[in-house]
């Protein structure tokens, strides 16, 4: 009796084609960008219509109804307002005090959070308690004291009573603080046996390592130097020390008729505010999500 085998093939199983009306199709966006966008639209309209309104005429802005589009572009104002007024000496002024501020607050700033973050010495725990709880108090309460100190120190009437109060604030040196910490201390041991200082394992290896917090303290420090108006107001009286702020506000009030050097004005000091928020805006939210994680 003879036993016939046969070979089976084997058998390649295929996926079942998928109809094209079942074919799930990728958008280049998520669901929240349909409502995301048209916020962001909303919120983008007045900055619009401010750059429109600057170039312009001053027929056309105080006509009515207003015109929503100029029907030729008009620089009269920016004209006006960098040829004919102290503008140029107000945004100096301006450049000058948050440079200044800003620098100061990134020295410190590091220095103060580096110490809180790595060093423990007698009543660092209660200084650092001290130092946020001073967060909390309102600049009402303190800024007849400190006008009494610039006044006391000579500095009123100057561009130093601007710069001294801003050298260095508890926010840097919080922020900081929690960055550092979020950063493994291997690295810097590493260091320390090789013959590292202190202030050299600093500047080698944790501010390169924290360029993302560097950013948000420089950019948070720009735009509240920068925007700032009440304590100018408070210890500047001479117009040649005037903020861009402060001296853009006293312009407002004596040129409320020429509607478009104030929008020119208002472009020029909102423009500045707009490219650093815009180059820094990913370091800032890297900054937040990572500071934020270790207390």
Same mark, same amino acid.
């Given at each position: 009796m003879t036993v016939t085998t046969t070979r089976s093939s084997p058998v390649t199983s295929r996926p079942a084609a998928v109809p094209a009306s079942r074919r799930r199709r990728h958008l280049p966006f998520i669901a929240w960008h349909l409502l995301l966008a048209p916020l962001a639209l909303l919120f983008a309209v007045p900055l619009l219509w401010l750059l429109l309104s600057s170039v312009m005429s001053n027929a056309e802005i105080n006509r009515f109804p207003p015109a929503l589009w100029p029907s030729q572009i008009d /620089? $009269? $104002?920016?004209?006006?307002?960098? $040829?004919?007024? #102290?503008?140029?000496?107000w945004l100096l002024n301006s450049v000058i005090v948050s440079a200044v501020a800003v620098t100061s607050n990134l020295v410190f700033g590091s220095l103060g $959070?580096?110490?809180?973050?790595r060093m423990r010495f007698a009543g660092s725990r209660v200084l650092l308690v001290l130092m946020l709880a001073? #967060?909390?108090?309102?600049?009402? /309460?303190t800024m007849i004291p400190t006008f009494l100190v610039m006044k006391k120190l000579g500095l009123i009437d100057t561009l130093g009573a601007l710069i001294v109060p801003s050298l260095v604030t508890p926010f840097?040196?919080?922020?900081?603080?929690?960055?550092?910490?979020? /950063?493994?201390?291997?690295?810097e041991e590493a260091a320390w046996i090789d013959g590292?200082?202190? /202030?050299?394992?600093l500047w080698s290896i944790v501010l390169p390592l924290a360029r993302p917090a560097l950013a948000t303290v420089a950019v948070l420090t720009f735009l509240t130097t920068w925007n700032d108006l009440t304590w100018p107001l408070i210890a500047i009286n001479?117009?040649?020390?005037?903020?861009?702020q402060l001296g853009l506000t006293t312009f407002q009030g004596q040129h409320h008729t020429r509607w478009s050097a104030v929008m020119a004005g208002n472009v020029l000091t909102v423009l500045p505010v707009l490219v650093a928020f815009l180059f820094a805006q990913k370091a800032f939210i890297r900054s937040v999500t990572s500071s934020g994680l270790k207390g």
């Open positions: /620089l $009269g $104002g920016y004209s006006y307002v960098l $040829g004919n007024a #102290m503008f140029p000496r $959070g580096y110490a809180f973050a001073t #967060m909390a108090v309102p600049f009402q /309460l840097a040196v919080f922020l900081l603080r929690q960055f550092f910490l979020s /950063l493994p201390r291997e690295l590292c200082s202190r /202030l050299r394992v001479h117009d040649t020390q005037y903020t861009l």
